[in-house]
């Protein structure tokens, strides 16, 4: 069965510091991952898509996301945090069937 | 373009009582996915419609239904509501072939 694990619940950075978010994956093929960021009270938006073309995704906001297969991994960063940034972000991936399966979510705290 | 819409926004409700939430999907979008979001559980996929079938299906009870029109719009129903369906139920869009979904503001439900 496929799955998805964010490493962090919380993260702390201060504004002008460089964003980590860790997402391991689990998977019998070559899946489909996505970001998506969730601010207070909103739905959910899409950061940046993974579909098999480049290992290296950029998104919106100056995100992008490496993936790693030897690692499984799909790590979200960004240079430098700005307090805008400030929300929960998810990593998802897409089944066989086209449902899609989040992580658990990791809320990211952008210190002034 | 307009994006997808959901009413309402917000709802109270008390244990028994049954409720209908409603999406509008994006123009063009034919795929209308739902989800569940809670502090304990996270993001669940509930169901997803596809020309007015119901093409994939959660693992949520039957009180759970939906459906969708030939205008794509969308509803979904929880029948005999308890405690634990608090919950923001988000609906999202995609087209057809596409993986990418696309998210609504979501209906934030209390069930007292």
């Known amino acids: 069965a496929q799955s998805v694990t964010q490493l962090d619940s919380h993260v702390s950075v201060s504004e002008g510091t460089p964003v980590l978010l860790r997402c391991n994956y689990s998977?019998?093929?070559?899946?489909?991952l996505f970001w998506y960021v969730q601010h207070p009270n909103k739905g959910l938006q899409l950061l940046l898509k993974?579909?098999?073309?480049?290992?290296l995704v950029k998104g919106i906001n100056g995100f992008e996301a490496e993936f790693k297969k030897s690692e499984t991994s799909f790590h979200l960063t960004k240079p430098s945090a700005h307090m805008s940034d400030a929300a929960e972000y998810f990593c998802?991936?897409?089944?066989?069937?086209?449902?899609?399966?989040f992580g658990s979510g990791t809320r990211l705290l952008v210190r002034p | 373009k307009a994006g997808v819409t959901q009413t309402p926004r917000y709802l109270i409700k008390t244990r028994g009582q049954q409720v209908t939430l409603s999406c509008s999907p994006i123009?063009?979008?034919?795929?209308v996915s739902w989800y569940q979001q809670t502090p304990g559980q996270g993001l669940q996929f509930l169901f997803e419609y596809f020309s007015e079938t119901q093409r994939n299906k959660g693992n949520f009870p039957g009180r759970f239904s939906g459906r969708q029109f030939s205008n794509s719009r969308s509803e979904m129903n929880v029948s005999t509501l308890e405690l634990g369906d608090s919950a923001l139920y988000l609906c999202?869009?995609?087209?057809?072939?596409?993986?990418?979904?696309?998210f609504g503001p979501g209906t934030r439900l209390l069930v007292l």
């Open positions: 999202a869009s995609s087209l057809v072939g596409e993986e990418t979904q696309y």
């Open positions: 993974y579909t098999s073309a480049a290992t």
């Open positions: 998977s019998s093929y070559s899946p489909s």
């Open positions: 998802v991936l897409m089944d066989s069937s086209y449902k899609l399966i």
């Open positions: 123009s063009g979008h034919r795929s």
